[in-house]
Structures are given as C-alpha cells and as structure tokens.
C-alpha cells in the first residue's frame, strides 16, 4: 500500500481565499483523523470519523472549518474563509482497530497571505 | 479526560549519549500507548508502542516500558547517533475509535 495520501504537499493563497485539502487514507482503515500543526499550539486534532461519519468534531476551530467524509477511500478538509491564522502543517492519518497505531500522511503546508 | 504529559525540549546530546526522554499520563481504562518521530519536513512515524502494562516496546535501539503503576513510558536509547536528531511525541488512545492524543513533542538534536 501507499500509506495516506494527502495532496496538495504545499498551498499557498490569499486570505479569503476557499482551500480544500484532499486525504486518502490506507485501504482497508475505518477511522480517518486530521490534525493541524503549528510552533504555538503543537499538534491539534480537528476531526475524526470511523466508518466515515464524524464522530467528534470538537476540535475544529470554527464554523469556517469543514471536514468530509463521501466513502471509504477519501476525506476533504475545507477551510473558507481562510485567515492567514490558519497557515499550519494538516496532517491526515488513518488506522485500523482499536488499540492500533495511526498511520499519516506527509502533510499538506499551508500559507494563507 | 485523557491527556499527555512529556518532558520539554530541546534535549542536546552529543553523538554515543544515553537518552531519557519522560512521557507520563493521564487516562481511563487501559490505553495503548505509542512513540512516535518527526523528521524535519516529515509526516509523524511509528516508532515503537506498548498496548497493556508491563509490555516493552522496542525499534531502533529505542526503548518504553509501559508502567501503570508510575503511568509512564519513557522512551530510552543507550547511544544515540545524528539521525535520531528530531521530535518525539509521546501519544494514547483509550477508548473506541482509536483517537490518539498526543503530547506536545520534544526536541532532540544530536551533535559529532
């Protein structure tokens, strides 16, 4: 397998700007998490699903953020607008049964100007 | 509710140093616990893990034991080399769904 997917690597954009970040998880893996990463705040988990439906979305910062889940085999993080407060490392990650590691992705490097 | 507490960073060795690098936690029923490295520009990795007291993981020459008397799991490596140069998150899940959480990272930069 490929591991996670996450695409784009990098984005850049202006504030105001709508910005999708796209996460393919491992095959076969029913819970998917995306978290964000910055200097101040260390790793943040933003939302997660298991069998595709979110199942705690407390993390998500604001109303802003958007985060979905149409199959099994993809997830999108939408933020819009963007604010250049936003500029951070997403990362998406995927696992398999409970009491098992995660799995992430590179990252996607986003910087809202 | 659950959480992670890990020492602060930078930690500063010189190449061949013994290294400590103490995670404790907080959390209800029996979580499975994990270390996982951040190379610079890198996802996070799965370094080693543990999943029921007394339970040793092991990669690398990286070591944690998982003890729930002291609710610990420092990670250990008797000689550390350049490569190790990175950050380590001390991380659980407990509960369904697998939701890790994760301490703040630490720092090492390892020196010639």
């Known amino acids: 397998d490929a591991g996670v997917i996450q695409s784009p690597r990098h984005e850049v954009t202006e504030m105001g700007q709508e910005v999708t970040l796209r996460c393919k998880p491992i095959s076969g893996h029913n819970s998917l998490f995306w978290y964000r990463q910055t200097m101040m705040r260390g790793l943040e988990l933003l939302i997660y699903f298991n069998n595709n439906v979110p199942i705690d979305d407390s993390g998500m910062p604001e109303d802003r953020f958007s985060a979905k889940m149409p199959n099994a085999s993809f997830s999108t993080l939408k933020i819009q607008p963007s604010e250049p407060r936003d500029s951070a490392v997403y990362f998406c990650a995927s696992s398999d049964r409970e009491g098992s590691e995660a799995f992430f992705g590179q990252g996607t490097r986003l910087t809202v100007v | ?112």
Request: one cysteine or more.
């Open chain 2, 1 to 112: 509710g659950n959480s992670v507490t890990q020492m602060e960073g930078p930690v500063t060795l010189s190449e061949e140093a013994f290294l400590t690098i103490n995670c404790t936690y907080t959390a209800t029923g029996y979580p499975s616990l994990f270390w996982y490295v951040q190379y610079p520009g890198e996802g996070l990795q799965l370094l080693l893990k543990a999943t029921k007291a007394d339970d040793k993981g092991s990669n690398k020459g990286f070591e944690a034991t998982y003890r729930k008397e002291t609710t610990s799991f420092h990670l250990e490596k008797g000689s550390v080399q350049v490569s190790d140069s990175a950050v380590y998150f001390c991380a659980l899940t407990s509960g369904g769904y697998n939701k890790l959480i994760f301490g703040a990272g630490t720092r090492l930069a390892v020196h010639p």
